[in-house]
Every structure is written in structure tokens, then in C-alpha cells.
């Protein structure tokens, strides 16, 4: 394995990582990334950097950062979330992997990009509920600016220095794996 397709990885799960957060964001900033020459994805891959794919992604990006605003559309958002997420998550890893072989990279794909999208996509409509059944909804829109600047925060991670990003997910993970220990214990 070569130094490229390592980074390729952890660009991939770095991502999908932010995919869980807003399905648009690390997709439009990928899209940039492609289009601007920042970095190559797979030649089946390439329409991601085209002008259309750019202002198609970068005005779902807006709608969707806007509806999470909006009392229930977020709960809403939050119900087709964790389908999408995986699906752009497993989309994302496999845009970026290099050099392995197709049966390597839609197994790392879906177990680590679309798990990862999941996981993180899972706990943050959890989070939102929380929100809304403890404060009336009253909080969502704090919940939302967070979610939002963690996704563009780490798409652009992830976009130039995909190694930290994968060490932020493994610490992003991390806490989720705490926090859901903590609620297991308090049911029982």
C-alpha cells in the first residue's frame, strides 16, 4: 500500500465522517476540491468536479444548512439522515480511495465510509432530539451551528490534511462510544 493511497484513506473516512454531520457540505467541498485541481478522485468519479456539480451541490448545501434551521424539518432532516449519510459516505470513500482494488475499496467503503457517516449521522439526531424533548427546540438552532461548523470544519481538514482529520474521527467516534456507554449504564 502505497504513502497515496493511505492519505486517499484517511480523506475518505475524513469526509464521511463530515457527511454524518451535513450530507452537502464535505460532498460540495469535495466538488471544489475536484474542480479546482486541490485533488484528483477516481476516473468514474471525475463529474464531482464539473461546473454543474458544483452549483447543483453547492445549493443543496445552502437548502439543506438553512432547513436545519426550521423547527421540525430539522427532527424531520434527521429521520432520511442516517440512510443518506451512509449512502454519501460510502459514495465519498470510494471517490477517493486510490490504487486497490474495486473489492477492497467497496468493502473499506462501506464498512468505514458508510459506517463511519452512520454512526456520526445516528448520534447527532439523537442529539437533536435530546434537544428538542429537553428545551422545546428551543436549543436545535445551537445544535445545528455546531453540526454545520464541525462538518465544514472537517471537510476542509480532511481536504489538507487528511491524517489529522482521520485522528479527529477516531476521537470523534471515541466520545460517541463514551457517551452511549454513559446512557447504557444510566437505563440499567
Known sequence: MTFETL???CLGIGLSASVGFRVFVPLFALSLAAYFNLWELNDSWQWIGSLTAVITLGVATLVEIFAYYIPYID????SIAIPLATIAGTAVMVSTVADL???ITWALAIIAGGGTAAAIAGSSGATRLASTTTTGGIANPVVSTIETGTSVIMSIVSLFIPVLAFIFV???LFLIYRVYKKIKRSRT
Not at 427532527?75 to 434527521?78: G, I, P, S, T
Request: proline content about 8%; hydrophobic content about 60%.
Open 7 to 9: 492519505i486517499s484513506i
Open 101 to 103: 482494488s474495486p473489492a
Open 170 to 172: 477516531l476521537i470523534i
Open 75 to 78: 427532527n424531520l432532516l434527521d
